[in-house]
């Protein structure tokens, strides 16, 4: 039986449903931003890399590890499923701030991460950064913090990401409400914007925790096929950041950095908004653990010691 033709009422209708079913993906941008694990989650299946940024503390302590050799590995749960997962990747489990000890010394603090000793292979769980690394699929990975915004920048920009062709997702975190919703974290827009200003050289030069006052993007847009590579979401990220007076003083002093601070944990917060001090950007391997890149000194063509996923 032949199938009749839609007819032109028809194909309009059809034609705005396919409008509406993608319009969270922020098509034709070269560079996204969104939130979360469900923002990952939508933005992973139409692009070419996703950054995340978990600023308090999950991708800082990734670049604290990273930085010294260590390959980490992430994990969506800290439970018996963490511990079985680090005994099957011969790695050992990071526990949570308050439960390191001196035989069990690695947790989520950045800064305990820096005075325990070597180890070649941490697995670190987080509900918020490492669950959407751990579920991202298979597109690269990087993980994204203030420290490391510039380095991250120059290799996304160099390997070719950010364009119509080969868009990036930049994912701010998060942190959770007591219910488990959502709850937007000032630090992780600031960080995501770092790094989109970074990758498009907006941020002044330098794109660091100390360079809030980085100028204002010079005018108009890069442009991608008469679209601006940046996509609304991303320009809003990058303007806070450009923004702010103090990034540092913004980090400490929002919910999340009053929260451990309070909790005793200040020297986390100051790691964490330590004004790009690092090269180094960790980039998910085919073993599913982050490994590190220098973001300036390696050539783009020379990185098969990190296989794309």
């Given at each position: 039986m032949e199938r009749a033709c839609p007819t032109p009422k028809a194909r309009g209708k059809q034609a705005r449903s396919t409008v509406m079913?993608?319009?969270?993906?922020?098509?034709?941008?070269?560079?996204?931003?969104?939130?979360?694990?469900?923002?990952?989650?939508?933005?992973?299946?139409?692009?070419?890399?996703?950054?995340?940024?978990?600023?308090?503390?999950f991708t800082t302590s990734v670049t604290v590890a990273v930085e010294a050799g260590t390959r980490v590995f992430p994990h969506r749960w800290r439970d018996e499923t963490a511990s079985a997962f680090a005994e099957q990747m011969g790695a050992e489990l990071a526990v949570g701030r308050r439960m390191a000890t001196t035989t069990a010394p690695w947790s989520l603090s950045p800064a305990a991460l820096r005075r325990a000793p070597f180890t070649p292979r941490l697995v670190l769980p987080s509900p918020n950064g490492s669950a959407i690394a751990a579920s991202a699929g298979d597109i690269p990975v990087v993980a994204g913090a203030l420290r490391n915004a510039t380095a991250v920048g120059h290799w996304l920009a160099r390997e070719g990401y950010g364009t119509a062709e080969r868009p990036v997702?930049?994912?701010?975190?998060?942190?959770?409400?007591?219910?488990?919703?959502?709850?937007?974290?000032?630090?992780?827009?600031?960080?995501?914007?770092?790094?989109?200003?970074?990758?498009?050289?907006?941020?002044?030069?330098?794109?660091?925790?100390?360079?809030?006052?980085?100028?204002?993007?010079?005018?108009?847009?890069?442009?991608?096929d008469d679209a601006p590579?940046?996509?609304?979401?991303?320009?809003?990220?990058?303007?806070?950041?450009?923004?702010?007076?103090?990034?540092?003083?913004?980090?400490?002093?929002?919910?999340?950095?009053?929260?451990?601070?309070?909790?005793?944990?200040?020297?986390?917060?100051?790691?964490?908004?330590?004004?790009?001090?690092?090269?180094?950007?960790?980039?998910?391997?085919?073993?599913?653990?982050?490994?590190?890149?220098?973001?300036?000194?390696?050539?783009?063509?020379?990185?098969?010691?990190?296989?794309?996923?």
């Open positions: 079913d993608d319009w969270y993906l922020q098509r034709p941008h070269g560079v996204r931003f969104d939130w979360g694990p469900t923002g990952a989650e939508r933005l992973a299946v139409d692009v070419a890399c996703l950054v995340v940024v978990d600023v308090l503390s997702a930049v994912i701010a975190s998060g942190e959770r409400w007591p219910d488990g919703s959502l709850r937007p974290a000032l630090e992780d827009l600031l960080g995501a914007g770092a790094i989109i200003g970074a990758l498009h050289g907006w941020s002044g030069g330098h794109a660091g925790a100390g360079a809030g006052d980085g100028g204002c993007g010079g005018g108009g847009h890069d442009r991608i590579a940046l996509s609304p979401e991303a320009e809003m990220a990058t303007a806070a950041f450009r923004t702010a007076p103090d990034i540092a003083t913004a980090v400490a002093e929002g919910a999340s950095g009053r929260e451990l601070i309070g909790g005793g944990f200040a020297e986390d917060v100051a790691v964490a908004t330590e004004g790009d001090v690092c090269s180094a950007v960790p980039v998910m391997a085919d073993d599913g653990a982050f490994a590190r890149i220098d973001g300036f000194a390696v050539p783009a063509t020379k990185i098969a010691e990190v296989p794309r996923r």
